[in-house]
């Protein structure tokens, strides 16, 4: 069982910048997919962004291309979401999650989830 931990939300200024953690213990392998998605109060979960473990391939919701970034640290089992020029409109609990294929974390289906870290973003 793969467990994951997010970390960094916090309350940031529209403009500003702000980095996510997700670490990942357990039973972990090197071709998962991980990635981010965030709901906001009275809104569905969203997709965000995902990396392929193994090959470092990225995808971006349109809402948040140029603005963050996803990467991970294969020696840390942890994958990042940079996040720079902050709106309010990206004020959601931000969720990391883990599965074996693409589509099934794409679609809002993956293996594992973490319990969400939150942002907040004032105007």
């Known amino acids: 069982q793969v467990q994951l931990v997010e970390s960094g939300g916090g309350l940031v200024q529209a403009g500003g910048s702000l980095r996510l953690s997700c670490a990942a213990s357990g039973r972990t392998f090197s071709n998962y997919v991980m990635g981010w998605f965030r709901q906001a109060p009275g809104k569905e979960r969203e997709f965000v962004a995902i990396?392929?473990?193994?090959?470092?391939?990225?995808y971006y919701a349109d809402s948040v291309k140029g603005r963050f970034t996803i990467s991970r640290d294969n020696a840390q089992n942890t994958v990042y979401l940079q996040m720079n020029s902050l709106k309010p409109a990206d004020t959601a609990v931000y969720y990391c999650?883990?599965?074996?294929?693409?589509?099934?974390?794409?679609?809002?289906?993956?293996?594992?989830w973490g319990q969400g870290t939150q942002v907040t973003v004032s105007s």
């Open positions: 999650a883990a599965g074996r294929t693409l589509i099934k974390v794409r679609i809002g289906t993956p293996d594992y």
């Open positions: 990396i392929n473990w193994s090959s470092g391939s990225t």
